[in-house]
T-cell receptor
Framework: DSGVTQTPKHLITATGQRVTLRCSPR?????VYWYQQSLDQGLQFLIQ???????AKGNILERFSAQQFPDLHSELNLSSLELGDSALYFC??????????FGSGTRLTVV | DQQVKQNSPSLSVQEGRISILNCDYT??????FLWYKKYPAEGPTFLIS?????DKNEDGRFTVFLNKSAKHLSLHIVPSQPGDSAVYFC??????????FGAGTTVTVRA
């Protein structure tokens, strides 16, 4: 157990639908990062939050949004889903040192 | 724009021999580099890191080498063991803690 919890582990949904992925960071970590890993692709940075505020944005689609709540958990919302959104979505957290702790990911399948 | 590149998608090595994984980066602002290891159905886990003020860091069977002038780093695993079979991601960061990842190299250690 890395200390970063992601739910759900698996999600199957239809095109056009909206889903929410949840992440609880490791205790004490203020930063949360979301990454997408598509088939045969590396980890693509989506967005970072630090203590409730958006800190950095990567190649995140406009259909995707995220937020970090006062208790530091984060949610990634994916809407108007397309087949190409099928991927592994990882959340990671970090404290004041370099290096992330990753969750085990949510596998999203859009059918 | 892929700032961190792992040009070898896969590597097969015999048990007991050396595994050498390579990584190139383009952003001269990167000053901290990490390697992550990922097993199927799990999130990436931190393996080893190196700061730009060093050219080598060793941790047991794992050694990371950094050549700043060439913007190149490598990971050596000696000796390779069956449990080392995994996907290895190279990552780099400037001082904003956000990591840019390569596409990964799948290592297979043959008995």
């Amino acid at each position: 157990d890395s200390g970063v919890t992601q739910t759900p582990k698996h999600l199957i949904t239809a095109t056009g639908q909206r889903v929410t992925l949840r992440c609880s960071p490791r205790s004490g970590d203020l930063s949360v990062y979301w990454y997408q890993q598509s088939l045969d692709q590396g980890l693509q940075f989506l967005i970072q939050y630090y203590n409730g505020e958006e800190r950095a944005k990567g190649n995140i689609l406009e259909r995707f949004s995220a937020q970090q709540f006062p208790d530091l958990h984060s949610e990634l919302n994916l809407s108007s889903l397309e087949l190409g959104d099928s991927a592994l979505y990882f959340c990671a957290s970090s404290g004041t040192t370099f290096g992330y702790t990753f969750g085990s990911g949510t596998r999203l399948t859009v059918v | 724009d892929q700032q961190v590149k792992q040009n070898s998608p896969s590597l097969s090595v015999q048990e007991g021999r050396i595994s050498i994984l390579n990584c190139d980066y383009t952003n001269s602002m990167f000053d901290y580099f990490l390697w992550y290891k990922k097993y199927p159905a799990e999130g990436p886990t931190f393996l080893i890191s190196i700061s730009s003020i060093k050219d080598k860091n060793e941790d047991g069977r794992f050694t990371v080498f950094l050549n700043k002038s060439a913007k190149h780093l490598s990971l050596h695993i000696v000796p390779s063991q069956p449990g080392d079979s995994a996907v290895y991601f190279c990552a780099a960061s400037s001082n904003d803690y956000k990591l840019s990842f390569g596409a990964g190299t799948t290592v297979t250690v043959r008995a």
